[in-house]
């Protein structure tokens, strides 16, 4: 089998076109030219959507070949051409139902802390809760939202960011920010940045902790209840969600 190689080899190439169409031109060929290689060497490769990494840029594709050795995942339509690499690919996310917004309520959740607990202990589905994660973002401190039932993409977390390092906030961290890990949410929080998937913005009434231990709050809602810095698409694509080509 063919496994992504482990001694990493770098070959540069610049156009030098003058505008962007151009550029567009030059990537086509080049693009031919490897499918040339790899059709005549017999690999079945292909061509998956891909992050541009540090280097930045707007475009930017792997050849891959699937193995069951693989170290590598992407997500392909079955009815077109869309294949993007894991941590590129677009979440489309399942949309929910408007529904009239609730009022705030507090409700007493003893010792629990995950969002799989959150939802057998209050009988919710995981898709009408809050999920927060900690970040820390070159120093910075950083609140991340999303719909309980979605994992969050730390790659395009970090380009969302335009950070250069990314990593989980520990203990210490979550404690100095005054959050309270495992009953976290957005409401009432200043000073910190927020970024949220925009998973939260369809659905209503969702379960989100109350930054206070064992307490969680029925019937948030976003605007109403809490404010976002940034709102974008930072979920993980799943098996099974709508093609992002519609
Ligand atoms: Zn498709």
Known sequence: GLIRV??????DLYSFDIDEEGLDISYNKMLNAYQNIYARCGLPVLLVEADSGAIGGKDSHEFMIT????????????????????EKAQSTKEKLPDEE??????????????????SDFLKVPQNKTLKVVFYIADEEFVIAVIRGDIEINEVKLKNALHCVELRLANEDEVKKAGLVAGSASPIGVS???????????????????????DTHIKNANYPRDFKIDLITDIAKAKAGEECPRG
């Open 6 to 11: 482990r001694e990493f080899i770098m070959k």
């Open 67 to 86: 193995t069951d050795t693989g170290e590598d995942e992407m997500i392909h339509c079955p009815n077109c051409d869309y294949l993007a690499n894991a």
């Open 101 to 118: 917004l609730l009022p705030l309520e507090e409700v007493a959740t003893p010792g629990i802390t995950t969002i799989g607990g959150l």
């Open 191 to 213: 000073g910190i940045k927020v970024i949220a998937d925009d998973s939260i913005t369809s659905g209503a009434n969702f379960v989100a902790g109350a930054n206070k231990p």
